[in-house]
């Protein structure tokens, strides 16, 4: 048993410089770190918590990100030819349409230019004169037509009730195309004497069909709409409250 002595001897040394080499490192200053428990690492890893230092994760993303910036991005549509540039301008500026969409805008030109011509016209002094002389007359042209459908109606049913109405009926018709005549007349004499008294270097010429288009229409669907009252007397130049 005296053999083994040696060896034991060598055992417990190596022991105590084990044990002196930890004291040392526990004590070693403030800066050491303090030894973790067992239990707390066990019931960190039971709570789910990653008992790993965040340090190399930041780390890693840094370098992640410095990666990405280094790494030029694809561009997302090819740079257009000059060719294709020039078509695409000229796209803009005269694009190209479908014959619906050209119809359509013939359309909006055409009554948007005829709107403007009837504005410049209803602006002119003289048509402003015919207006408000013809509003401010009884004519007998604004009840023509639905005279005209009365008897037309009357007439067709009389021919089945009363066959005789057909024989004064046509006496009836010719009468009120006789009075509207006669009303023209008199209204076409009052506004020509107005218009050259007023408009003297002015041609006569469009007065009269402008005098009667106005005539023909329902007061309430004259267009500018009327100005001075039926049977005021006519004053020009119009008054403030006038146009």
Known sequence: MKLFKP???????????RGTTDQADSGSGPASAAPTRPGATK????????????????????????????????????????????QARRDRIQPVLTRKE??????????????????????????????????????????????????FVITIVGSYLLPTLMLFAPYVIWAVVLVLVIDTIVM???????????????????KLSYAISRSMLMRRS????PTVKRGAPFVWPPQPGQS
């Not at 004259?222 to 709409?225: F, M, N, S, V, Y």
């Open 7 to 17: 060896y034991d001897t060598q055992a417990k040394d190596l022991a105590r410089g």
């Open 222 to 225: 004259r267009q500018p709409a």
């Open 188 to 206: 076409w004499v009052g506004l020509r004497k107005q218009l050259k008294l007023h408009f003297p270097g002015e041609p006569l010429k469009g």
């Open 43 to 86: 019931k960190a890893t039971a709570s789910g918590a990653d008992p790993t230092p965040a340090a190399p994760a930041a780390a890693g993303s840094s370098t992640g990100a410095s990666t990405a910036a280094k790494t030029p991005s694809k561009k997302a549509i090819p740079t257009p030819t000059r060719r294709q540039a020039e």
């Open 102 to 151: 050209s119809k359509s805008r013939e359309r909006e030109a055409r009554y948007k230019a005829r709107n403007e011509a009837m504005a410049k016209s209803n602006a002119r002094p003289y048509n402003t004169m015919i207006r408000n002389w013809i509003d401010r007359r009884w004519n007998m042209a604004e009840i023509a037509l639905p005279a005209m459908l009365i008897l």
